[in-house]
């Protein structure tokens, strides 16, 4: 009789179990009604980011820097040898997220490709962005670094970590480097360098460039001063991105000088 008797409640529990209470229906209806409703947000929400992707493409496309045909750079410091037949100037602001990506991931692989083997000279120009405070003071203090010498050990420096960028942030690291900091405080604190670093933001404003990095490559006068403009980079991009444009301009045979305006521009990641 027990035995029956769980058979029943067994065959009762299945029942149950195969054809829902009324209750049980409305919850999957509900459920079923939520999982459509699901949907269709799913749906406009990925029809409002398609729209907007095409907003941020339409945005991004390549900026229209004005680059002249010949740029020079005549007295200027530079990593390479003095020979080199292509040149990069390299228009970046130590506070510059995207410049510090380009000096820890792409620089090395152009220095041992290129500038350690004596084919591309490598030039820095200061490009302070407004918004952020202590890119000023820093180029003013690799700058004043150069005068005891320690020019390029002082822009590693401060691309290294740019955390903290303020006054004792700088003398410790002109310290580590030995640099004589009262020497460098007493030029940071006069004019010396104002001059050149506001004409490097001028040159850049004149041919429109607004973003960090910006490089404009091309080849060399005999003399090495005069850079035959032929192509602009702008942005961190990879050094894939770079032997695309130094490759060509290594193998091309030597040409009157061309417009760099009819050359298109990379667009990268402006700051």
Not at 50 to 74: C, F, G, H, W, Y
């Amino acid at each position: 009789m027990f035995i029956g008797a769980l058979a029943v409640c067994l065959l009762c529990a299945a029942a149950n179990a195969q054809s829902p209470s009324s209750a049980q229906a409305r919850d999957l209806a509900n459920l079923k009604d939520d999982v459509q409703l699901l949907k269709t947000q799913q749906q406009q929400i990925l029809a409002s980011l398609d729209e907007l992707k095409k907003l941020l493409q339409t945005r991004n496309e390549p900026p229209s820097i004005k680059v002249p045909e010949t740029m020079s750079v005549a007295g200027e410091p530079f990593r390479g040898e003095a020979g080199a037949s292509l040149a990069i100037i390299e228009y970046a602001d130590f506070e510059c997220p995207f410049c510090r990506r380009f000096e820890h991931d792409t620089y090395p692989q152009i220095r041992d490709a290129y500038i350690g083997t004596g084919k591309v000279k490598y030039f820095y120009r200061d490009l302070p962005l407004p918004f952020h405070q202590h890119s000023m003071p820093a180029a003013r203090a690799a700058r004043c670094a150069a005068e005891q010498g320690k020019l390029w050990e002082m822009h590693d420096s401060l691309f290294t970590d740019p955390a903290s960028l303020n006054s004792g942030d700088i003398d410790a690291r002109a310290a580590k480097l030995g640099i004589d900091t009262t020497k460098l405080a007493a030029c940071m604190a006069s004019e010396r360098f104002a001059d050149v670093i506001q004409r490097s933001m001028n040159e850049a404003s004149g041919m429109q460039i607004s973003g960090t990095p910006t490089f404009v490559i091309g080849t060399l006068g005999p003399n090495g001063e005069l850079l035959n403009v032929k192509k602009t980079v702008v942005g961190a991009y990879p050094f894939e991105a770079f032997k695309a444009v130094i490759d060509p301009l290594l193998a091309a045979p030597k040409t009157p000088l061309a417009s760099a305006n009819q050359q298109p521009a990379l667009s990268g990641l402006p700051n």
